[in-house]
C-alpha cells in the first residue's frame, strides 16, 4: 500500500455538488476520515505482524533442540500463511508454471510467502514438489527459483549423480539451453558472466552490473543455472526482473 498515493488522492478529491452545503462538508470529511482509519489500521496490522515474526524469528534461533526448531518453525508457517497467503484460485497459475519444471504429476505444496530479500516489495512464494522447493513472484507467477528442500538429518535425500560425465564447457551450453527454454527473452550477450565452480559442480551466473539489489550483500541482478558433473539440475534463480 503507498501511503503517499493515499493522502495526494485525499489533497485532490473534489466533490461535484458545490461546498456551500455544510451536508456536502460533512460528507468529505466522512470520506477522508474512513480513509484515514483503513490506512493507519494497515499499518497497525503490519506493525503486529512484524513484532510477532521478530518474536518467532528469535525463537527460532534459540531453540535447542530440533523439537523446539520444528515447533517454532511451524508457528513462522502459520504466521506468514495468515499474513500473505493468496487463495488456491490464486496460487493456481503459479502451480501450473511449476509443473512445467516439475512434471504434470507432481505433488505441489503450498509452503508460505514472504517478502523477498532482493526486493521487499515483492512478495515470495515458496512451494514443495518432492525433494525440491519452487519460489514464485506472486507478481508475475513465474518460478524465479527452484533448487533441493533442506531437510533434517536422517531425512531421505535427493540422489545426484557425480560421475565426470561432462565438461564445464558442456554444462555451459545445457545451462544456456535451459534458460533458452524457461526464460526465452533474456539475452545472455548483455549480462556479464560470473561463474563458480565447486569440485563437482558448477554454477553458471549472469548479472546485470548496471544496478544493485536490496539484499544485504548488495548482489546485482542475476540468473543462473547449476549442474553436478553427471548433468543433474543443482540450481535454478532468475532474480533480474527484481
Not at 507478481?139 to 565426470?164: F, L
Not at 554454477?203 to 547449476?226: A, M
Amino acid at each position: 500500500m503507498d501511503i503517499k498515493k493515499i493522502f495526494l488522492k485525499i489533497k485532490k478529491f473534489r466533490p461535484n455538488i458545490p461546498f456551500k452545503s455544510s451536508n456536502n462538508l460533512i460528507i468529505l470529511l466522512a470520506i477522508t476520515l474512513i480513509i484515514l482509519i483503513s490506512v493507519f489500521g494497515f499499518l497497525f496490522q503490519k506493525l503486529n505482524k512484524k513484532n510477532e515474526l521478530d518474536v518467532l524469528t528469535e525463537k527460532y534461533k534459540s531453540a535447542k533442540t530440533q523439537e523446539e526448531k520444528d515447533s517454532a518453525r511451524r508457528e513462522l508457517n502459520q504466521l506468514l500463511t495468515r499474513a500473505y497467503a493468496r487463495t488456491p484460485k490464486d496460487r493456481q497459475p503459479a502451480v501450473d508454471r511449476i509443473k512445467a519444471f516439475a512434471g504434470n504429476n507432481a505433488q505441489i505444496e503450498y509452503l508460505y510467502g514472504f517478502p523477498s530479500i532482493y526486493n521487499k516489495e515483492i512478495i515470495e512464494e515458496y512451494y514443495r514438489a518432492g525433494f525440491d522447493s519452487y519460489i514464485i513472484n506472486v507478481n508475475t507467477n513465474d518460478v524465479i527459483k527452484t533448487t533441493e528442500m533442506i531437510h533434517k538429518a536422517g531425512d531421505p535425500q535427493k540422489q545426484y549423480d557425480w560421475t565426470p560425465k561432462y565438461s564445464r564447457l558442456q554444462l555451459e551450453k545445457m545451462a544456456r539451453a535451459f534458460i533458452a527454454k524457461y526464460e526465452p527473452g533474456v539475452d545472455l550477450s548483455r549480462l556479464t558472466p560470473n561463474y563458480a565452480y565447486h569440485n563437482n559442480r558448477s554454477i553458471f551466473r549472469w548479472e546485470d552490473t548496471s544496478r544493485q539489489l536490496e539484499d544485504p550483500n548488495k548482489s546485482y541482478p542475476f540468473i543462473e543455472v547449476g549442474y553436478t558433473t553427471g548433468g543433474d539440475l543443482l540450481v535454478y534463480a532468475n532474480y533480474l526482473d527484481f
